[in-house]
């Protein structure tokens, strides 16, 4: 079974940049979907961000503009790019399958000057 292994994240200043990287354990099949999601304190776990195997990218309202999700196919590897943060961005991220398998330790992102 796939192992996700999330990284990159830390606490950056409002209107700052992370890069977020998740490598996974196995090959992961071009055609699937994946996609980084987010649990804040108190919330449900949301799909922030996903990319079919053709790139076709699709984002929550929210973070429209300011983040990019990437893939690399070869490298079993997948990004994402934030930028302009905000402190309603802080949360655990999580990178995973559209729909989800088996989570990951995620990574902590946090948002505050």
């Known amino acids: 079974q796939v192992q996700f292994v999330e990284s990159g994240g830390g606490l950056v200043q409002p209107g700052g940049s992370l890069r977020l990287s998740c490598a996974a354990s196995?090959?992961?099949?071009?055609?699937?979907?994946m996609g980084w999601y987010r649990q804040a304190p108190g919330n449900q776990r949301e799909l922030v961000a996903r990319?079919?195997?053709?790139?076709?990218?699709n984002y929550l309202d929210s973070v429209k503009g300011r983040f990019t999700i990437s893939r690399d196919n070869a490298k079993n590897t997948l990004y994402l790019q934030m930028n302009s943060l905000k402190p309603e961005d802080t949360a655990v991220y999580y990178c995973?399958?559209?729909?989800?398998?088996?989570w990951g330790q995620g990574t902590q992102v946090t948002v505050s000057s």
């Open positions: 995973n399958f559209v729909p989800a398998a088996r």
């Open positions: 990319i079919t195997g053709s790139a076709i990218t």
């Open positions: 196995g090959s992961i099949p071009r055609f699937y979907i």
